[in-house]
């Protein structure tokens, strides 16, 4: 009877010990949590949900940040980011930053390219030629990006109904033709570097 009870406990203790042991590294919850919408390691499997893995920890910590403090617009990011911690965004932030950047890279025709080569001489500066080489440590990769992300984010800098903050993406988006939003959008999905 003492040994029964004892292989009984021994397995109890094991089957709680289990949820502790994958709870030990709190951030790899939260990132799971993240991963339904941004993709395993946060690479985007298409759509207007952006990859986050591999972007810079400066970048994706301001913008949780913005979007905690509502100063950007997100219906959905800014309501599940109010519930984090600054210390759990900043890990996020960390931990994404951890990843590999994977572009997405996505099939544009010759045209595209050639207009998007004009379409996004504005961007280079800060983004770089293609995309994947962005000046400053909080200015975001584009190039493999999804193209339908990157054409709404286009659109709520030149919406004065959205709340955005980056003073001189607001100046430059509002300056592109509004056809150029879409091949612009495209030029940068379409690029592998």
């Not at 919408?37 to 949900?49: I, P």
């Not at 210390?87 to 572009?103: C, D, F, N, V």
Request: charged share 25%.
């Amino acid at each position: 009877m003492v040994k029964e009870t004892s292989l009984v406990l021994a397995a109890l203790g094991l089957l709680c010990a289990g949820p502790a042991v994958q709870a030990a590294d709190p951030i790899e919850g939260l990132a799971r949590t993240c991963n339904n919408c941004h993709g395993v390691d946060g690479v985007s499997a298409g759509g207007a949900m952006p990859s986050i893995g591999g972007q810079s920890e400066a970048y994706l910590k301001h913008v949780m940040m913005e979007w905690k403090s509502g100063a950007r617009a997100s219906a959905t990011m800014t309501r599940l980011i109010k519930g984090y911690s600054d210390e759990q965004i900043a890990a996020l932030a960390k931990y994404y930053a951890g990843k590999t950047w994977r572009p997405v890279v996505q099939a544009a025709g010759a045209d595209v390219l050639a207009q998007g080569k004009d379409a996004t001489n504005r961007c280079e500066t800060c983004h770089g030629a293609t995309g994947g080489e962005p000046d400053e440590d909080d200015t975001p990769r584009l190039n493999g990006q999804q193209a339908r992300y990157l054409e709404l984010e286009l659109m709520k800098y030149r919406d004065d109904g959205f709340t955005m903050t980056h003073k001189k993406m607001l100046r430059n988006a509002r300056r592109m033709d509004e056809g150029d939003i879409t091949t612009a959008a495209r030029f940068y999905g379409s690029q592998s570097k």
